[in-house]
């Protein structure tokens, strides 16, 4: 499902170069529910961020249902990203003028992909957010902030969702509904999570941990 | 004070442009403010001018004969000289001795002076006079003034032919001579036996001075536009008003706009502990400062470039005080009302209802000017207005980058977006206004131009012909007649002859007049042989009748207005047509059988030009005038399109930046750069296209709502149009903001890191 091979990220700084990767290889398979664990620095969301693109890496591949997205130009790697992948961020990243609803469609209108709302009405079922769909998310809290992100995330129902330190911001008893539900997203729905935490209680309830130490996995 | 300080000096080391930007839009606002109500002091100056045209005493006749032979510098400064209502009154001597001889007079036949650079002889010829430089001095005459020497109760006039150069036979102790004159012509003049005019010397003669009123045609249209400079001074001070307004406005959106941006700081401030008064104190300190740096660059500015009264000063500074206080009070009660923590946290949105205040006053116009005039069209756009006003707060449309726009449009950024399309408005109508305000202005002055290129280039189409009349009043007429047994003017219409009340104005003044005219007379047509055109008083005569003047026939092929004029003039004929029916030298016809009074014919084509001296200073003031004018005109359109420029990028470049981290969510979301490219390029375009159409609707309905109060108020009807041309051109430089802000977007959004952009902001 997902492998990477010998990946390397260097960064420049000034006259030094630095790694932030350094020879990674990795595979995860459908349906896995993994964890990225290490101390800040680690490189974990570097790691995060280039598997689900966003990011470059220097050398090695990364090959996702068997694509090497390491080698898709600009628009490919978007619109693979649309179709293929999720992504939740630690602060949320909502737009926060759109309501609940608007958030999660918006990508998907803009690809004129939204045909109806029965697939929403399930993904706010799964979240519990059904009450809250016509609601602003300014006005929500940071946990329904954050299922209103995994919603939009899972919208076009992806292969692997990513999420880089989801209940980084928020308390002990959210973090916990907030790990809960991811378990259910990959338990219910079969989807690929990947997930960067500093939380070892979290990190242990995935099915695989993967640690991480000055940008290599130990 | 040392914390103020301190936040001072960060604050502007980190936000150096953000201060830096509202400092040099303010410095531009109040160059238009100044630049507009300059512009107004001028007009104002200017039909101040063309009142004193009309009603002042403008009483030098001058005659610019030789004006090849000098420079322009030359020529303006001999002709520099104010003598408007000076009469030449008896002299010292004649008052305090009572004696006669203080004007001493040469009757000669020829008279030698000089003008520079030739040295001359000037014949002496009908009424002509050459006084000695000294003399010239004393009593401050030129070429071409009016004298009168009157001999016993006789006044008759003498034109200054020339000065002489040197005094000639006048003695130190003031006897001898001063002013040449013809003694033929003197001697019939005063109808003295013949003996040597010179013996007249010590008789009682006194020379008066003449306070003659000469105004070309083209100075008497320039005063029918009084009317019209006034209305347009009118409405220079409604877009003065207008203007006023806007930079009002503009001012205190940049105001709310920085302090939006300045609100965090504060906030963390207020967090760590320091006080929201002590940070209320900071804002209205910084705002201080920033005016006192604005003063001082206008103060440079105004002093070295804007001679204007201090009243004005005063005036500009008081609005913009005024405006600093509202604006201050404004942020200060917002910043007080703030939930600082709230804010930090992202929980609080800074909500400025404020903001729509200016949209509901257009509204308000809007409604106005249908009360005020109520068509159909009106109703019609004030419908439309109304319809995209909702579309554009509440609008339901299905299209997702529509969609965008007005889910945009909700929550904090909705401030912005109204900033924006109340900035497209009001920059379209600066535009408008300016360039509304430049076409009456070109139209107002144009007449000037026009009248000075008249006065100092001959122009076939508009030569200056100066000719004679025939007789002057009915005294000297009837004085003549009688004296010299003299008929009256031997003209005939249709073969009747006609009595001399039928050719001789009656003059009241005591005065004779100038023999002098001037019109915008068709030198084709008068030059087409035997053609004359006859003073309006004779449109009895019609067109094409034949008269006799002197037993020459001449066909009437047009009339003169002389009502400006002091004298009454009855014809006018060409030297050519003279020439042509005689075959004789002009001079023959000055006192031809002693029947008929022809002074003198002038009107050498592109020789003569004529001009009182005031007319001619006025030309040089009007020149200079409109020249400045002009230059004003330029820079004040110039920074009204600077400043709107300026507002528009700003607007949309802190709505881009605004926006970077939304695009880079919905691009780490999956959307590709097309698509955000197209999205920032409908956003843009949709913006825009809203801000012009109302901005469309707005300026029609509030030229028509001034025509109305013009109408109302001052009882003028003046037709406010805005032409296509000059929509056009507002819409030209509208679309070259929108594309450029698209060219700069799209360059953005494509160098857009998608990760760092989420990290950094």
């Keep these: 499902m997902l492998k990477i091979e010998n990946v390397t990220k260097t960064v420049k700084s000034g006259q030094t170069t630095q790694n932030i990767l350094s020879n990674v290889s990795l595979e995860i398979q459908q349906g896995d529910f993994v964890s990225i664990l290490g101390p800040s620095g680690a490189g974990k969301s570097t790691l995060l961020y280039c598997l689900s693109g966003l990011s470059s890496i220097t050398e090695g591949k990364i090959l996702i249902a068997e694509k090497p997205i390491h080698t898709l130009k600009e628009e490919a790697l978007a619109k693979f990203r649309f179709e293929n992948l999720g992504i939740i961020f630690q602060d949320f990243h909502l737009i926060p003028m759109l309501t609940v609803k608007e958030n999660i469609i918006f990508v998907a209108q803009m690809y004129k992909k939204y045909q109806d709302d029965t697939y929403l009405k399930e993904l706010l079922d799964i979240v519990g957010l059904t009450d809250k769909a016509d609601t602003p998310v300014a006005n929500l809290s940071g946990g329904q902030r954050q299922r209103v992100a995994i919603a939009r995330a899972l919208f076009m129902k992806p292969n692997i969702l990513f999420a880089d330190e989801p209940t980084g911001n928020l308390d002990s008893h959210t973090a916990e509904v907030i790990t809960s539900l991811l378990e259910k997203v990959n338990r219910d729905l079969g989807t690929t999570v990947v997930q960067v935490t500093h939380a070892e209680e979290l990190a242990k309830r995935s099915g695989r941990i993967i640690r991480m130490k000055d940008g290599e996995i130990v | 004070m040392k914390i103020y300080q301190q936040f001072l000096k960060s604050y502007y080391r980190l936000h150096k442009m953000q201060f830096l930007g509202p400092l040099f839009t303010l410095t531009i606002i109040c160059a238009i403010l100044f630049g507009s109500i300059s512009a107004n002091e001028l007009i104002a100056k200017q039909t101040e001018s063309h009142f004193y045209d009309q009603y002042g005493e403008v009483t030098q006749i001058v005659r610019l004969q030789h004006d090849q032979f000098r420079s322009e510098d030359d020529f303006v400064k001999d002709w520099t000289g104010k003598n408007k209502t000076t009469y030449l009154q008896s002299n010292g001597v004649h008052e305090k001795n009572n004696k006669v001889n203080f004007v001493n007079f040469y009757g000669v036949d020829q008279a030698f002076y000089k003008v520079f650079p030739f040295d001359q002889v000037y014949e002496l010829k009908g009424n002509d006079a050459v006084v000695s430089a000294s003399f010239a001095k004393a009593h401050k005459l030129k070429k071409g003034d009016m004298i009168t020497i009157k001999t016993y109760s006789t006044p008759f006039d003498y034109q200054v032919a020339a000065i002489a150069d040197g005094d000639f036979f006048a003695k130190e102790d003031g006897q001898g001579a001063n002013i040449l004159v013809s003694k033929e012509q003197f001697r019939k003049n005063f109808q003295l036996p013949e003996k040597d005019v010179t013996t007249l010397a010590g008789t009682d003669l006194k020379v008066q001075k003449h306070k003659n009123v000469y105004q070309t045609e083209n100075v008497r249209e320039n005063v029918s536009a009084i009317g019209q400079m006034q209305m347009i001074q009118f409405v220079v001070m409604i877009i003065d008003a207008v203007i006023l307004l806007v930079s009002t406005y503009i001012l205190f959106g940049f105001y709310r706009m920085a302090f939006v941006g300045k609100l965090h700081y504060l906030s963390i401030l207020n967090i760590i502990g320091i006080q929201k008064r002590r940070l209320t104190a900071l ?240 030198m084709k047509l008068l030059q087409a042989g035997n053609n004359v055109y006859l003073n309006e008083k004779y449109k009895k005569y019609h067109l094409l009748d034949e008269v006799q003047m002197d037993g020459k026939r001449f066909e009437i092929v047009g009339y003169f207005d002389s009502s400006m004029n002091a004298t009454d003039h009855v014809a006018i004929v060409s030297e050519e047509s003279f020439r042509k029916l005689d075959d004789t030298k002009i001079s023959q016809f000055y006192i031809k059988n002693d029947e008929l009074i022809l002074n003198k014919l002038y009107g050498e084509f592109g020789d003569d030009i004529l001009g009182t001296m005031d007319a001619r200073q006025q030309s040089l003031d009007n020149t200079s005038f409109a020249q400045n004018l002009q230059s004003v005109l330029m820079i004040f359109i110039l920074f009204i399109a600077l400043i709107s420029i300026l507002s528009l990028l700003n607007s949309f470049f802190i709505l881009r930046d605004k926006q970077q981290k939304l695009f880079a969510i919905l691009g780490a979301a999956g959307l590709s750069k097309k698509k955000l490219m197209s999205l920032n390029f409908w956003q843009i375009f949709a913006l825009g296209g809203q801000g012009l159409l109302i901005a469309e609707v707005i300026l029609i309905l509030v030229l028509r709502f001034f025509e109305w109060f013009i109408q109302t108020v001052i009882g003028q009807n003046i037709p406010l149009v805005v032409t296509y041309e000059m929509q056009l051109q507002a819409i030209g430089v509208y679309l070259f903001v929108l594309i450029v802000v698209w060219l700069a977007s799209r360059r953005n959004l494509k160098k857009m890191n998608i990760l760092q952009t989420i990290r950094e902001r």
């Design chain 2, 283 to 522: 804002m209205w300190l910084e705002n201080i400062v920033l005016m006192t740096i604005i003063y001082s660059i206008l103060a440079i500015v105004s002093v070295c470039l804007l001679p204007l009264g201090w009243i004005y000063y005063v005036a500009v500074y008081g609005i913009l005080l005024a405006t600093i206080v509202i604006a201050n009070g404004f942020i200060t009660s917002l910043f007080r009302k703030t939930d600082v923590l709230a804010y930090i946290l992202g929980r609080e949105q800074v909500k400025i209802k404020q903001g729509w205040v200016p949209f509901f006053v257009l509204l308000l116009v809007l409604v106005a000017a249908c009360v005020v005039k109520p068509t159909i069209y009106t109703f019609v756009l004030v419908g439309i207005s109304l319809l995209f006003g909702v579309f554009w707060m509440l609008g339901n449309a299905k299209q997702s980058s529509v969609q965008l726009i007005k889910h945009l449009n909700r929550e904090r950024i909705v401030n912005e977006m109204k900033a924006i399309l109340m900035l497209a408005i009001i920059s379209l109508l600066l535009i408008y206004a300016a360039i509304t305000g430049v076409q009456h202005f070109i139209t107002g002055v144009y007449s000037n131009w026009k009248f000075d290129q008249q006065i100092t280039v001959n122009e076939e189409k508009t030569v200056e012909i100066q000719t004679y009349l025939a007789v002057n009043n009915v005294e000297q007429a009837e004085f003549l007649w009688k004296n010299y047994s003299l008929e009256p003017l031997d003209v005939k219409h249709k073969g009747e002859k006609l009595s001399i009340d039928d050719l001789i104005g009656i003059n009241d003044q005591d005065d004779l007049k100038g023999f002098n005219i001037k019109g915008n007379i068709d």
